[in-house]
T-cell receptor, first 113, second 115 residues
Framework: GESVGLHLPTLSVQEGDNSIINCAYS??????FIWYKQESGKGPQFIID?????DKRQGQRVTVLLNKTVKHLSLQIAATQPGDSAVYFC????????????FGKGTRLSVIA | DAGVTQSPTHLIKTRGQQVTLRCSPK?????VSWYQQALGQGPQFIFQ???????QRGNFPDRFSGHQFPNYSSELNVNALLLGDSALYLC??????????????FGDGTRLSIL
């Protein structure tokens, strides 16, 4: 993944609003993508995944959209809550199977109560 | 159902020393991957173990080595520590799949500080 330095992109959202976090991935051959949430002092927590044969997948309060044409991934969080405040990473699996994850630039989500 | 567990949670070492970090995978998982996460950055892949062998390796020097045990737990060893090795070291486990990717589940990491 690319290094992002100490200053992550930040998204500030009012509690109750919807959040959209975007990610550009690098490898057009990637066939599997994951969104992770990382809270301070914790490891990345799996949120949702999507395979390249899909363009949308929904979970509980979250939706992931995949646009392979422009190599873009987005995570939508409905009715954002203070507990959603964290750094969010997208990760791609460049090849099928057990290849290592390549992480994108993280985005810090701050929820304003 | 226990998730991925790592020990210790924090560690302070000095330059030139050696360190061993430990990881127990999530129940039912057989593959362990190690990542290094510098402050403010995304995790960077170090290596992956399956069937007690290193299967893949990222762009890390030979000072970084590992081991996987028959019970699937794993160790990460770093020799001749440098200041730049200060980071959060994450262990992720998954079920080995040759064709269909599966999510990797992470532990909370070991915070290593080099003085």
């Amino acid at each position: 993944g690319e290094s992002v330095g100490l200053h992550l992109p930040t998204l500030s959202v009012q509690e109750g609003d919807n959040s959209i976090i975007n990610c550009a991935y690098s490898n057009s051959a990637s066939d599997y993508f994951i969104w992770y949430k990382q809270e301070s002092g914790k490891g990345p927590q799996f949120i949702i995944d999507i395979r390249s044969n899909m363009d949308k997948r929904q979970g509980q309060r979250v939706t992931v959209l995949l646009n392979k044409t422009v190599k873009h991934l987005s995570l939508q969080i409905a009715a954002t809550q203070p507990g959603d405040s964290a750094v969010y990473f997208c990760a791609e699996n460049p090849y099928s199977g057990n290849t290592p994850l390549v992480f994108g630039k993280g985005t810090r989500l701050s929820v304003i109560a | 159902d226990a998730g991925v567990t790592q020990s210790p949670t924090h560690l302070i070492k000095t330059r030139g020393q050696q360190v061993t970090l430990r990881c127990s995978p999530k129940s039912g998982h057989d593959t362990v991957s190690w990542y290094q996460q510098a402050l403010g950055q995304g995790p960077q892949f170090i290596f992956q173990y399956y069937e007690e062998e290193e299967r893949q390796r990222g762009n890390f020097p030979d000072r970084f080595s590992g081991h996987q045990f028959p019970n699937y737990s794993s160790e990460l060893n770093v020799n001749a520590l440098l200041l730049g090795d200060s980071a959060l070291y994450l262990c992720a486990s998954s079920l080995f799949q040759t064709r269909s990717s599966q999510p990797q589940h992470f532990g909370d990491g070991t915070r290593l500080s080099i003085l």
